[in-house]
């Protein structure tokens, strides 16, 4: 298994291009199965994810093809017709999102069975909403032994979907089924993450009819059928967030290039709240520190446009070294602090009580052999390392794999030492 290996002390200077929002690009993907004629989606990421749920689609009927062409990476997803509507749990577990084909695999052929995820190492993840919604939609919806069996062998039917709290995948996954449905469809409580602007500008694209993506009210009128569209996937608000945390962490000047302004307001206010210099361009932002050492400030992670959660590891990983006390507290998930044990294998002082952290900041981490957990604590470590004294190796970075792509070229290019070293042992610079 893969490792990487940090050397910290190195500032960050120079540019970080962001890349496609995974969290975005592996729902787009799942509406290639809603039409018989091709998606093209560019800005796409290229990423562990992405290749699972290429592999899955692959076996229902979407012939995939990635290119690199001069504007991009590409993606061509066509499925003249959905030869399984089977999704198998070596697959499904290998990427939660991958559950999300079940709406299209019903709107489009009327039945699907598909695994249930299975848990994950940041919490439950149950599904029920999903099924909520489509059930609602006039899918009848069995389950055994760990499959979900759907049937609506005469098509979906608009319908109102109230979700008793706010759900990204599953507001995702009613739109995704509700486009092909018969009649209007209303989701009440939807989620507003910028993603769900993303995948209604790609449906629209394909012909679909939603309006209020982006609001808790999403109204979708069902139509017969969508037609291929090319759509460019969102830029990685997760991963913008990521570099303008390590560049505030390790101090320089990073300009972060091909995002949006926007997308992480919650996280640059708390930047800079710490003391870092914030500065927000016409397609991103720019980081500054200039040696100078952080305040500690205080977070709590909330639905779009709050805090988002999957930047709450990197936070903590900034608040090690911040002078004083901050406090994180994690709302959307119930076991999200997997990365604060190893963060003090790198000399940080946390206590996590329930949903909340206490991070009293040190003046110097130490390197230390370190393991990521899941995908946003695997970066945590990376970031941390960026400042501990000599060498941090993080492993299992299979997970850090799923959703930052050319994590070490793009830090490396700002001046950060950082390797890979592969399974075998052997380093590759
Ligand atoms: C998505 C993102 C993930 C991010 C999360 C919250 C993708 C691939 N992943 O995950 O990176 O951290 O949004 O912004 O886009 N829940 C239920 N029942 C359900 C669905 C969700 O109880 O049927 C719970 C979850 O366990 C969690 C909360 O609702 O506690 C929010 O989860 P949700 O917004 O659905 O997250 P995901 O879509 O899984």
Same mark, same amino acid.
């Given at each position: ?19 496609g929002?995974?969290?975005s690009a592996i729902k787009l993907m799942a509406a290639s199965l809603l039409t018989d004629e091709p998606l093209r989606l560019t800005n796409m990421p290229r990423l562990?994810?992405t290749r699972f749920l290429g592999k899955l689609l692959t076996r229902l009927g979407v012939e995939v093809t990635e290119s690199d062409g001069s504007d991009g990476q590409q993606t061509l997803l066509h499925a003249p017709e959905i030869t ?17 084909v079940?709406?299209p ?93 993303d995948?209604?500008?790609c449906l629209?694209a394909m012909g ?18 969508l037609h291929g569209a090319t759509h460019a996937v ?38 800079? %709240? ?55 507290? %994690? ?99």
């Amino acid at each position: 298994m893969d490792r990487i290996a940090i050397i910290g002390g190195a500032q960050l200077n120079g540019t970080i291009p962001v890349s496609g929002a995974k969290n975005s690009a592996i729902k787009l993907m799942a509406a290639s199965l809603l039409t018989d004629e091709p998606l093209r989606l560019t800005n796409m990421p290229r990423l562990a994810d992405t290749r699972f749920l290429g592999k899955l689609l692959t076996r229902l009927g979407v012939e995939v093809t990635e290119s690199d062409g001069s504007d991009g990476q590409q993606t061509l997803l066509h499925a003249p017709e959905i030869t399984s509507g089977f999704a198998p749990y070596d697959l499904v577990r290998q990427m939660r999102a991958s559950f999300n084909v079940l709406g299209p695999l019903v709107a489009r052929s009327g039945q699907a069975k598909v695994s249930l995820p299975g848990g994950c190492t940041i919490g439950a993840r149950p599904v029920d909403l999903h099924l909520q919604a489509i059930e609602a939609l006039g899918a009848k919806i069995d389950l055994h032994e760990g499959y979900v069996y759907a049937q609506a062998p005469r098509g979906l039917k608009g319908a109102e979907i109230t979700f008793p709290f706010v759900s990204v995948g599953a507001t995702e996954h009613a739109m995704l089924a509700a486009v092909l449905a018969d009649g209007v469809s209303v989701i009440h409580n939807a989620a507003c993450e910028p993603e769900l602007v993303d995948l209604q500008e790609c449906l629209n694209a394909m012909g679909a009819k939603v309006e209020g993506a982006g609001t808790p009210t999403v109204t979708i009128t069902g139509v017969p059928r969508l037609h291929g569209a090319t759509h460019a996937v969102i830029p990685d608000r997760i991963e913008m967030g990521t570099y303008a945390v390590a560049a505030a962490m390790a101090g320089g000047e990073v300009r972060l290039s091909n995002a949006r302004p926007g997308l992480i307001d919650a996280l640059l206010d708390k930047l800079k %709240e710490a003391g870092a210099g914030v500065e927000e361009t016409a397609d991103g932002c720019i980081i500054r520190r200039d040696g100078q050492r952080l305040t500690a400030v205080d977070i709590e992670t909330a639905p779009f446009p709050g805090f988002a959660t999957d930047l709450q590891a990197q936070f903590m990983a900034l608040m090690t070294t911040a002078r004083g006390e901050s406090r994180i507290r %994690e709302t959307i998930f119930e076991n999200r602090f997997m990365h604060a044990p190893e963060l003090m294998r790198l000399g940080a002082d946390i206590s996590v009580s329930g949903g909340e952290a206490r991070v009293r900041g040190v003046e110097q981490l130490e390197g230390a052999e370190v393991m990521a957990t899941d995908l946003r604590a695997s970066v945590s470590l990376v970031i941390a390392g960026l400042v501990a004294r000599g060498e941090t190796t993080v492993s299992r970075i299979y997970h850090l794999d799923r959703g930052f792509e050319r994590l070490e070229e793009k830090l490396g290019a700002c001046g950060a030492q950082v390797r890979r070293i592969k399974g075998d042992g052997e380093a590759e610079l």
